[in-house]
């Protein structure tokens, strides 16, 4: 079993939202860092937001800021993803990831992850 299950993805119309929920099913290291991730098929993952759980600094990538929340509920095994005002290029695999992360640094580079789900898709249609 994927140490992280994803959920919420979904197909919706431009300009509606979704909340994407990451369970984190291993790992219990007292600093981490957790992070969604987006790919296209032949394409890169890239970051889309990422999270220190100890800190709350947060990262976005550029094109998503002001639409798209990453937050984390009390236990800090769960977080999600809001995404409001959503555009046909945001259609992708979506994908939560999790690792040990220095203090206040929310990465957002796939390759400072290790503990990764099979992804939610979701399709945005114009």
């Known amino acids: 079993q994927a140490p992280l299950v994803e959920s919420g993805g979904d197909s919706v119309q431009a300009g509606g939202s979704l909340i994407l929920s990451c369970e984190l099913l291993q790992y219990t290291g007292r600093r981490k860092c957790m992070a969604w991730f987006r790919q296209a098929p032949g394409k890169e993952r890239e970051g889309v937001a990422s999270l220190n759980t100890r800190s709350g600094t947060t990262e976005y990538l550029d094109s998503v800021k002001g639409r798209i929340t990453i937050s984390q509920d009390s236990a800090k095994y769960t977080n999600y993803l809001q995404m409001n005002d959503l555009k046909p290029e945001d259609s992708d695999m979506y994908y939560c990831?999790?690792?040990?992360?220095?203090?206040?640094?929310?990465?957002?580079?796939?390759?400072?992850?290790?503990?990764w789900g099979q992804g939610t898709p979701v399709t945005v249609v114009s």
């Open positions: 990831a999790a690792d040990w992360c220095q203090e206040d640094a929310a990465p957002m580079q796939a390759p400072d992850f290790g503990f």
